[in-house]
């Protein structure tokens, strides 16, 4: 069995490495994708436990992740009681008050809960620790270079039209295609169902390294949560993804470890251009807007020094469908940009890995069935499926084409 995954992101290579581990080892993985991210943003710090529970108990991360990216208590909400009133620090804060200790054994952890709930991951760091695990994996070729066009066959073995970086062009068959292009949406874009979703989203974010993270602490913040000092499960609330809500936009605060010692932080601008009348897309448009409402937010910011900027405009899509009985999947970015509210991402991107790996394994059997990808789907939407809620929502829509 010949699987071809387009791209070499972050759930490209996750995907490799699950599929080299819990696919039969006959299977032959080849990942086509630059070598370079050729300028493309990295975002995502923020993992949750459907992620956690993948890359701890699937792919043996567990280890790798507590030596090198910080933990994550909560997903932290702050919400502001006067939001017009920046000299007004006042916050009802919801957060978890305890994690899942009854699910999985971290061995060495030694923290305020039995495990990490999840992990706060520093991605450049991440993105390139899994890129080079997964080179030293048997079974696992590569090619630097792109995926110029892909021949869908029903029955017969797909066609990868491949342009190396040396400029050599090649052709490649594949039982199964896998997309993980991330927003070049190569399948996609070919098969030309990409669904732009009304409530859409404009998104600004930076990172921001040496701050003074007392800072974070200067609210009045509101109810017992997390448990106080002496209370069981008690947490530094620093390590939790921050959210600071605001009329028609949110901000996250995403604490990692830095490379070189110093704390490091992902902060990100998420609005709703149907609710929100500002413009986020510049250091000076967000301290402008975030001085209005959370000075809290803005005062870490000007405490440390700015690393990079990253602007996103009505970046919201779904594709439907993204499996199909053909034998081919699209994964990750390829397939949504959802609003990042959750920190779903990469967990949309772990279910899908599994999802798909259990189709390949029945294919192998030969039991495949036309109808799983479609109780996949139905699955992997869930509830979004069932009442047919379009678009409203941000999330997609049932998926009822095939
Ligand atoms: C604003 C924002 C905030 C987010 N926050 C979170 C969060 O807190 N938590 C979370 O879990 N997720 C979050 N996400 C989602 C997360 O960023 C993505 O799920 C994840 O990074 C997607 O990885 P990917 O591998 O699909 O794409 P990418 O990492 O972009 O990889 C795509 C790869 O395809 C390659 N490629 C492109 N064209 C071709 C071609 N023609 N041929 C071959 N290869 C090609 C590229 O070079 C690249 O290597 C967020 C997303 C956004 C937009």
């Not at 997964?134 to 090619?143: C, Y």
């Amino acid at each position: 069995m010949n699987i071809v995954i387009i791209g070499n992101g972050i759930l490209a290579n996750l995907g490799a490495m699950y599929f080299s581990k819990h696919l039969p080892p006959s299977v032959h993985i080849t990942i086509v994708g630059p070598d370079d991210r050729e300028g493309l943003p990295v975002v995502g710090e923020s993992i949750i436990e459907i992620t956690t529970h993948v890359l701890e108990t699937k792919l043996g991360l567990g280890q790798y992740l507590m030596k090198n990216h910080l933990p994550k208590y909560a997903l932290t909400y702050y919400f502001k009681m006067d939001p017009d009133d920046p000299t007004d620090r006042t916050y009802a804060v919801h957060c978890n008050e305890r994690g899942p200790d009854d699910l999985r054994k971290l061995d060495g952890w030694e923290g305020p809960m039995d495990n990490p709930p999840s992990w706060l991951i520093n991605r450049e760091v991440f993105d390139r620790d899994i890129r080079e695990m997964v080179s030293h994996t048997d079974g696992i070729e590569r090619i630097d270079g792109h995926v110029r066009d892909v021949q869908i066959c029903q029955d017969q073995q797909h066609t990868l039209f491949i342009e190396k970086i040396s400029g050599e062009q090649i052709q490649m068959d594949a039982d199964w295609v896998i997309d993980v292009s991330g927003r070049k949406q190569v399948l996609p874009r070919k098969l030309n169902n990409i669904i732009r979703p009304e409530g859409q989203r404009d998104c600004f974010w930076f990172r921001v390294a040496g701050f003074d993270r007392e800072l974070l602490k200067k609210i009045n913040a509101l109810g017992p949560m997390p448990p106080g000092p002496g209370e069981p499960y008690h947490y530094d609330r620093y390590y939790s993804t921050h959210h600071f809500m605001g009329r028609g936009n949110w901000i996250w605060m995403i604490p990692m470890k830095g490379e070189d010692e110093r704390d490091l932080m992902s902060i990100g601008f998420v609005s709703h251009p149907d609710h929100f009348d500002g413009n986020v897309s510049t250091m000076e448009s967000f301290l402008e807007q975030v001085d209005k409402t959370h000075p809290v937010v803005s005062d870490l910011v000007r405490s440390g020094e700015i690393v990079d900027t990253n602007v996103l405009k009505r970046y919201h899509y779904v594709v439907n469908p993204m499996y199909s009985a053909e034998r081919w999947a699209i994964i990750g970015d390829a397939a949504y940009a959802p609003d990042p509210l959750f920190s779903n991402g990469l967990a949309f991107g772990t279910i899908q890995w599994e999802q798909v790996g259990a189709m390949i394994r029945k294919d192998m059997e030969g039991t495949w069935m036309h109808p799983m990808s479609r109780v996949w789907l139905r699955l992997f939407w869930g509830r979004y499926w069932q009442h047919r809620q379009p678009f409203q929502t941000g999330m997609p829509p049932c998926m009822i084409r095939y």
